[in-house]
């Protein structure tokens, strides 16, 4: 059984090479040339994001199994980023604790909504998006290819979107 728990510096290594592997995944599926951002991260980069942001690892018997990372982008805006779990356990559930945790918690702090990109021509993962009531808010070509805005209202109360648009 695994567990989910808040990411150490020590397990930057780990979540760097689980991160590297989803998304070597989500750029094969795509058939595209657009560069993959996280394919370039270094495990220092995740040790920035474990000191400034929040990041989450599913963990089974001292083996890191996936990891999700957010941002605060107001103070009624969370944003998700480079959220995956190993290929080879897919479709276990590990993926979906993971979001609960950061919805949880986001819940608790008070977010009106949360905000992800994806490429919109991921059908698979748009749909596990939806599955998990996001909705597309928008899309953009600018880091060349089709990239949805999902977004999760967290409260009936009006948020600002905007500051998602720079991610």
């Known amino acids: 059984m695994f567990t989910i728990r808040e990411a150490t510096e020590k397990d930057a290594q780990k979540i760097n090479e689980i991160t590297k592997k989803s998304f070597s995944l989500y750029r094969d599926e795509l058939h595209s040339s657009a560069p993959v951002k996280a394919l370039t991260e270094t495990a220092e980069t ?17 083996k890191i199994l996936g990891s999700i990372r957010y941002t605060t982008l107001s103070g009624e805006l969370a944003y998700v980023y480079r959220f995956g779990v190993d290929p080879e356990i897919n479709n276990t559930g590990i993926g979906s604790d993971l979001l609960k945790t950061v919805i949880a918690e986001c819940v608790a702090k008070g977010f009106k909504a949360i905000t992800l990109h994806t490429n919109s021509k991921y ?10 009531q996001f909705f597309v808010h928008s899309t953009s070509d600018s880091k060349g290819y089709i990239r949805a805005l999902f977004v999760k209202e967290l409260s009936s109360e009006p948020y600002d979107i905007s500051p998602a648009f720079e991610k």
């Not at 995740?46 to 001292?62: L, P, Q, S, T, Y």
């Open 123 to 132: 059908y698979k993962l748009a749909r596990y998006y939806y599955g998990k």
């Open 46 to 62: 995740v040790e920035n994001d474990i000191k400034n942001n929040r990041v989450f690892v599913a963990e089974e018997n001292g």
